[in-house]
Structure formats: C-alpha cells, structure tokens
C-alpha cells in the first residue's frame, strides 16, 4: 500500500502498541505473508530507491518500524511456529508474540522459552535487541538461545546464519536491534524444560521505606539462587493504598514447592519485613497468571514514555540517585522497575555486549494528550539524576531519537559497522532511529 492511498494510515499505525504516534511518513507499507514475499519487497524497495524498515511485533516504544520515506516490512500477517522434538530447537517467524503465543506452543511440548513478560511483544524486535526474557539473571539473554536465523539480506537473497554460516550476520542479528540491516524471517531457538513449579514472594512498603529496602536488596540480590528473578518496583496499586507503593517480588522458576521455599527464604530477612503492607510468602503461581499481570500493567491503547538504564555503585550511590524515578511517579498508570542481572553472567561473543548488576526501567503510561509534556520532562529529569550511576542503557528500552546512551561495548560497535558496511553497503536498511545517526555514546559524558 502507498503512501495517499485509502487505507494507508492504518497500515503505517494500527500495530503500534504505543499511541502517542510518531507522524513519521513511510513511503509504503507490504505485508508479505511468506518468505519469498520478503524477498520480493526488499527487490522492490531496492528497485524504487526506497530504504526498508521493518516491523514484527509492533512493540518498540519509539515506533522504529515507522520511518519517513521508507518501505516497511510489516511481518504481521507472517506467523508460522515449529518444533523438532529430536533437536529440542522451536522455530518461529518474526511477529509471534513471545507470551501469547510461542509460550503456550512450547508448554504444551513442556518446553519452555525465555520470552519477553509482557505476552505481546513480537519476537522478531526483542530477539534482535538482546531480549530480556523471565528470569535473565539466570537463564541469560533470549538472544543466547538463537541457534540460527533466516536473513533476506539487503541484496535481496535469502540465506540461512549461523556460528558456522554467514556467521557476521549471525553474530549482528544477536544485538543490532534496530540497527540489524537484513529482514529475518525466522528464529531457531534452542528451548529449555518447562519449570514443573514457580514460586511467588511479594512484599508491599509505603515509599518511606524505600531507601532501607532497596539498601537491603542492592547488598542481598547477588546471593539469591540463579532460579529466582527478582523485581523491585513502585506502581500505585489501590488494593493496597492510594499512594504508590514499593514492590519487591520474586519468582522462583523451579520443580518444586520444596525448592522454590529454599531460593526464596533470603526474602524472608528483609529488614522493614514487619512494617509491610501486603507479603506473599512462596506462594503456587503459574506463567500464565504472571503473563495475565503483565497485560494489565502494560495496558494497549495508552500514550507512553520509557527510558532505562544499567545502574552501577554502591548502594550509598545508587539508592539516592534512584529516589525521583521509583518515589514520585507522575501518573497513576506509571512504573518504574529494578531488574536484577546478579551475580553478572558472561556474555558469548555477539553484538549484545552491555549490562550491568542491576537494570532499571521507567514506564510512563498516560491516556490524555495533555499530559504529554508533563510526563515526558519527568522521565528526563528522572534519567539525569541518573547519570552518575549510569553505565549505558538497553535498546529495549530505549528512544535514540530523544536520548543518547551507550547501549554496546566500544568494540562490538565498531565490528557492527564494518559488517553493515560489507553487507548493506549501499544503506538499503534505515539503521537505528537516531536524530544525526547513533553515537553509542552517553550523551553527558
Ligand atoms: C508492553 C511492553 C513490554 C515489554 N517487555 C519487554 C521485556 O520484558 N523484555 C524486553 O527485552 N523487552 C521488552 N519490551 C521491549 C520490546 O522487546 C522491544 O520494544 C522490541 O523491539 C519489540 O519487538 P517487536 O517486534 O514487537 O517491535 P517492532 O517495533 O515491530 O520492532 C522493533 C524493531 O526491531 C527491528 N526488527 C523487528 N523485527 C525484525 C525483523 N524480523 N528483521 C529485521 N529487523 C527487525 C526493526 O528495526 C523494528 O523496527 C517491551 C515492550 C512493550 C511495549
């Protein structure tokens, strides 16, 4: 569909989870529905001098699928899963949602993926930026379990990457994110054993207490077994209190009651324990009762603004720099998570190469256009009180187009422009969405 045609203004946006829309003019929109049509549009844009842009799940908050002048690839209508008992590899295409969709596909096997918390998220966009999937700082990123991937390169030739085939574009598709320069059409993901049991702990505090709990968690987190993920974050919930309160929720991914008791007992010494508002203590829960609080707290339908960063320091450092964005959220609908990547795993040697300990994500969610502004200086004011404890960010997470924050290692940055320099030498593929171009760098330093 071209740009000015009946219809066109759905196909530029009707996927798009976040609707405070981007007014960016693509010159086209294709849906191809099978890998030769993939083909076929990149020929086409390549034939009418147009760049690609490409869009799976719809997901990324900075809309980077939509992009001024370009063709885009909308793999929506491109959904086809697979599984080899034999190899224990699932394959799947670009726009299955990670949650709603590989998920139950794979439990069903009783294997289990990675995938991203909230259900919808497109595969194709978490993969291809790291992936931080249900329990990362255990089971590592989503993008560690792709064994190979279906890549229509930007001359328009479909071909299979792997360690041992086309290995740079393998070696870029495990972190480029937006940047990646070819369209891929599959995933081949290694699986793992589906968790016989999980295990909940959930303590509710007044922000009061925000600063000894998180003093508590900073100096506790590491020591936690490597089957729990572990989630700090202040949202306002109205079962527990008008006011926002301070989540710290833990989630043993396990086989057994007995085993998620064990790995969630260290919740057990949190110091302000007896001044909590709410505590569930190793609670049964399943994945798809976690995936169900997922979708409300990532409400469709709603404007947002997030940014996020890699923190590092010691608590003394860390917890104040921390208090704007967990103790004065602007809007009801607002979040603002701690991820635990503790104790810090190594990462294999691919595009994906920043982290740090801890991870923490601010999610502004508002409906009324007026609010635009207001929320938006929050976040930033949030972000810059930041900095000092800011290593670099997580393209997931992340808009280049308002903020720039390193977001790879110095080197893997370098090697990923000399592969895109070889593979789309002639830029047929938009790059990441970033004002000027991305400098990989912390814009304050
Ligand atoms: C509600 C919500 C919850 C989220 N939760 C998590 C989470 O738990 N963990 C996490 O890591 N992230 C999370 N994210 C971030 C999300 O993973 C990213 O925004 C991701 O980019 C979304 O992927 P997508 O395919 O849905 O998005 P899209 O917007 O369709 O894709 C983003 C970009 O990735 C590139 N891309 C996508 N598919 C392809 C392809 N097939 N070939 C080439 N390039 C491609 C393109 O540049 C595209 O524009 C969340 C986002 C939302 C909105």
Redesign the pocket.
Known sequence: MISGENGFEAARVDRI??RRLTDRQPAAVVRPRTEDEVVEAVRLARSRGWQV?????????A???VRTDALVID?GDFKEISYDPDTEVVTAT??VKGGLELGPFLEERDRFFPG???P???????L??????WNARGWGW?AEYVVAVDVVTAAGELVRASETENSDLFWAARGA??G?F????RFHLRTLPRPRHLGLTVQAFTLADFDEVMTWLHETHHTVEDTVEIVALTKTDLTLSPDPVLLVTALALVDSDEEAQRALAPFRDNPALDRALMVLDAVPTTIAEQRKR?LED?PEGHR?AVDNAWLSGAAGDVVPAMRKAFTTLPHPKAFTIWFSMAPLRELPDMAFSMQSEIYLAAYTCWEDPSDDERCRAWLDEAMADLEPVTLGQ?L??SDLSHRHVQFMAEDNWARLQEIREVRDPDGVF?GHLAGEGATNRNHWA
């Not at 842009?53 to 908050?61: D, E, I, K, L, Q």
């Not at 919808?120 to 978490?126: C, T």
């Not at 291809?128 to 999937?133: F, K, V």
């Open positions: 989870f976040n842009a490409v869009r799976s799940g719809g997901h990324s908050w809309q980077w699928s793999l670009p726009s991203g918390h909230c919808s998220v497109g595969i194709g966009g978490f291809l930026q790291g992936g931080q999937g989503a994110g937006p990646f070819g369209v891929v059409t997922q990532n947002w997580y997931g997470d938009v």
